[in-house]
């Protein structure tokens, strides 16, 4: 079993009692009770769950349209047990959906009311700056509103850049300079509206959607159990897409019922820890670049390792970044024969790691350049990082002791022994520090996988449940459900409306949380800093744009 301490939860139920003069009424999510309040009374009562119910991590934000109404719902959960969870259900009207915003109470919900803005045109009452997030601001329409025509064109003029700030205090020295969107440091096409006071950041202003893809959309339109699975991997190419896989999974087979056999868990942990060490083996790797130009040896070392996950997971899946190995109720197929050699090859690559990690330590993180340009700058103190909704490698370096495979367990991973890794110091380089401390635990967690999977009877090897051809959840059936990947908390919410497609797909990426915090870290401090502290949250663009 892991080394981790239970923790105490009330009755979920419960968890609702300070607000019961707001509910309108109940509901039920499969993963959570759910309650519906009044539009005009959305800060009153996230504000009393938050004190009062401890729900101070609004993990997501969903909003949908139907026949009659708006909805906007927000996913609340405790970050010390995630299992305490309550779903709160906001109706609007159909001619004029409005409501009060949850910007005040949780500040990581201002980018998600944007998005609701900019989708659905759902407009939220004080909401602290309520524009498009993914679309120009010049575009027409609402596109995921029942009535938008998508044959429409659009017709978007060049803007010109606004200045951030409007205060006289900056005085002549301020200066707006444009990061990205087509840069390196900007690890995607990320682009940083960015006012300097000299030498000083003095604003910020991530400007995301340059690769919306419609990935939610395009989801609604494909059947549960063929042609969903195929897009997670798509939203993480750093190479943790099998864990995106996982999220799917496990949202879809709670909501069908799925049981998964234990055989099948056991490789979904092996294989989903072997993508994690992928994915951190690709921020240490080009953070490196970032930060002290080394091009050389650390930044090799890490494509070198990445190279043998890599062809280990090709043997296993036949892909070697867009994967589509799982499946609802297990997985396509059962490792590589001859299995011996496999398990070799996975073997070679564990007992090589430990030597491989020291070098890794002596020239990142005891190398006095990376260590003066990340110790003490880009910092994120805990309850700054749990108002954005951070979490993973970010919110963990802040010392938020927050892990959905322990927190919430899924998989096998309540039968290992591994440990959380966390850092108090909330820097740039505590963030780089649990990231390579992660890559042991997780080469621990998939040793425990070997080992079972080499000792497994033959008779029991069982890779998938039996699965209907056709999955028809019944009608309002609604669930939220998250896993651990690579960068956070990959979080899934489905509406089914008793068709083989969901009526509603949102996606919840952690790099969407992190991109918004990045103002916090970066205000303040030398420009220098603010790549440092960019790269330091590994972000991936396929995942905030979606």
Not at 39 to 63: F, I, K, N, Y
Not at 330 to 347: K, S, Y
Not at 348 to 359: C, I, N, Q, T, V
Not at 452 to 469: A, F, M, T, Y
Request: aromatic share 8%.
């Amino acid at each position: 079993m892991s080394n981790a301490v239970a923790r105490p939860s009330e009755p979920t139920a419960d968890l609702a009692e300070p607000i019961r003069d707001h509910v309108v009424r109940e509901e039920r999510h499969e993963n959570a009770p759910a309650v519906v309040v009044r539009a005009d009374e959305v800060q009153q009562a996230l504000s009393t769950l938050r004190t009062e119910s401890g729900l101070d991590h609004c993990a997501c934000v969903t909003a949908q349209e139907y026949a009659d109404r708006f909805e906007t719902i927000y996913h609340l959960r405790s970050y010390d047990d995630p299992t305490r969870e309550l779903s709160v259900v906001v109706p609007t009207a159909h001619d004029d959906p409005h409501s009060e915003s949850a910007a005040p109470v949780y500040r990581t919900a201002e980018w998600h009311e944007r998005e609701a803005y900019d989708l659905l045109g759902i407009s939220y009452d004080d909401h602290p700056d309520l524009r498009r997030i993914l679309l120009p601001e010049t575009w027409q329409g609402h596109p995921l509103r029942r009535a938008y025509d998508q044959s429409r064109p659009q017709i978007v003029p060049f803007r010109e850049h606004r200045q951030l700030l409007e205060d006289e205090r900056v005085g002549p020295d301020t200066m707006h300079i444009n990061v990205g969107p087509h840069h390196p440091s900007t690890h995607g096409v990320l682009h940083l509206n960015v006012e300097l006071d000299g030498e000083q950041v003095a604003a910020v202003d991530p400007d995301i959607g340059y690769i919306h893809r419609c990935e939610e959309q395009m989801c609604q339109k494909g059947t549960y159990r063929h042609q969903i699975m195929p897009y997670p991997d798509r939203w993480d190419w750093g190479g943790a897409g099998l864990l995106n896989e996982w999220a799917y999974a496990r949202t879809a087979e709670a909501l069908a019922g799925i049981e998964v056999p234990d055989y099948a868990q056991v490789i979904r942990t092996m294989c989903g820890e072997l993508a994690r060490i992928l994915s951190h083996m690709l921020a240490v790797a080009t953070y490196a670049l970032d930060v002290v130009g080394e091009f050389a040896a650390a930044f090799q070392w890490g494509i070198r390792d990445r190279e043998i996950v890599q062809d280990i997971l090709e043997d296993l899946t036949g892909q070697r970044l867009m994967f589509n190995y799982l499946r609802l109720g297990g997985v396509a197929w059962d490792l590589p024969e001859p299995r011996e050699e496999f398990f070799e090859t996975v073997q070679a690559f564990l007992d090589g790691l430990p030597r491989k990690l020291g070098e890794y330590h002596d020239m990142l993180t005891g190398n006095e350049i990376l260590q003066l340009r990340t110790v003490d700058t880009g910092c994120l103190d805990p309850e700054t990082a749990k108002a954005y909704g951070c979490t993973g490698p970010v919110a963990r370096a802040s010392g938020v002791d927050y892990d959905l495979r322990r927190d919430d367990p899924y998989g096998y991973y309540d039968e290992l022994d591994w440990s959380v890794v966390t850092e108090d110091d909330g820097d740039n380089f505590a963030r780089v520090l649990v990231r390579l401390r992660e890559v042991e635990e997780s080469a621990r967690i998939v040793q425990q996988c070997v080992d079972l999977l080499e000792e497994w009877p033959e008779s029991d090897r069982e890779i998938q449940s039996n699965v209907p051809r056709t999955l028809r959840p019944e009608p309002d059936t609604e669930i939220y459900r998250a896993v651990e990947a690579a960068k956070g908390e990959l979080g899934i919410y489905i509406r089914s409306d008793g068709t083989e497609t969901p009526a509603r797909f949102k996606i919840r990426g952690p790099s969407f949380s992190h991109v918004q915090a990045l103002s916090e870290m970066a205000e303040g401090e030398y420009v220098a800093d603010l790549v440092a502290t960019l790269g330091s949250l590994d972000t991936i663009m396929g995942e905030v744009d979606r």
